[in-house]
């Protein structure tokens, strides 16, 4: 079984300052990783995914996020945020298992940009 | 293409009353879901439909029954509202495996109170 830690339950930060949002996972198998995006009273998008390749991902609104196997996390970053970017983030697991899989969801992570 | 659609968008119940939450996907993909989501929980999966005919239960099914109706359409039954279904509940959907896209596509979600 899969399961995801995100730690930070919300996260204020001022406008034009760098952000992290942590994600750790556990995982008897390899795993696809994923980050959406929930802005305020919508639907989940996806901001982007690693299946992959480079360890460096780079999304959508200038986020990009970190593979690291060995210390099982999937941080998102992002230089310089905008007040735009208040919003939840999730991150996600899938086993790379053959066969249909299910998304298992971490539990968010809010994030608060102030002027 | 519409993507995932949701109806209702909101919606009241009283305590034991019954409702269907209705979804449907325009992208020909395999496999849908629903979702429900409260405060500090994330994501937890209640129902998914991993191909036309076939359903099971997933985290948090008890209180709910679903019908895939066909390859697009993926229905949620209450049949006897509970206050402890008072939620935001989402529905998704994605091609499956074989098709080298893991990514799930999410509705706009239905907000359900219940009294």
């Known amino acids: 079984a899969q399961s995801v830690t995100q730690l930070d339950s919300q996260v204020p930060v001022f406008e034009e300052a760098p952000v992290e949002l942590r994600c750790n996972y556990s995982s008897s198998v390899s795993v696809y990783l994923f980050w959406y995006v929930q802005y305020p009273n919508q639907g989940l998008q996806l901001l982007l995914k690693?299946?992959?390749?480079?360890?460096l991902v780079k999304g959508i609104n200038g986020f990009e996020a970190e593979f690291n196997k060995s210390q099982t996390s999937f941080h998102l970053r992002k230089p310089s945020v905008h007040i735009s970017d208040t919003a939840e983030y999730f991150c996600?697991?899938?086993?790379?298992?053959?066969?249909?899989?299910?998304?298992?969801f971490g539990t968010g992570t809010r994030l608060l940009v102030s002027p | 293409n519409a993507g995932v659609t949701q109806t209702p968008k909101f919606q009241v119940l009283k305590t034991g009353q019954s409702m269907t939450l209705q979804c449907a996907q325009d992208m020909n993909h395999n496999s849908m879901y629903w979702y429900r989501q409260d405060p500090g929980m994330g994501l937890r999966l209640i129902y998914y439909?991993?191909?036309?005919?076939?359903?099971d239960k997933g985290e948090v099914p008890n209180g709910y029954n679903v019908s895939r109706l066909n390859k697009r359409e993926f229905s949620l039954r209450l049949e006897s509202a509970a206050p402890s279904q008072t939620s935001v509940y989402f529905c998704?959907?994605?091609?499956?495996?074989?098709?080298?896209?893991?990514?799930?596509?999410f509705g706009p979600g239905t907000r359900l109170t219940v009294t």
């Open positions: 690693y299946l992959s390749g480079s360890t």
């Open positions: 439909s991993a191909s036309e005919g076939t359903t």
């Open positions: 998704a959907s994605n091609p499956q495996s074989g098709q080298g896209n893991y990514e799930q596509y």
């Open positions: 996600a697991v899938r086993p790379m298992n053959t066969g249909f899989q299910k998304l298992v």
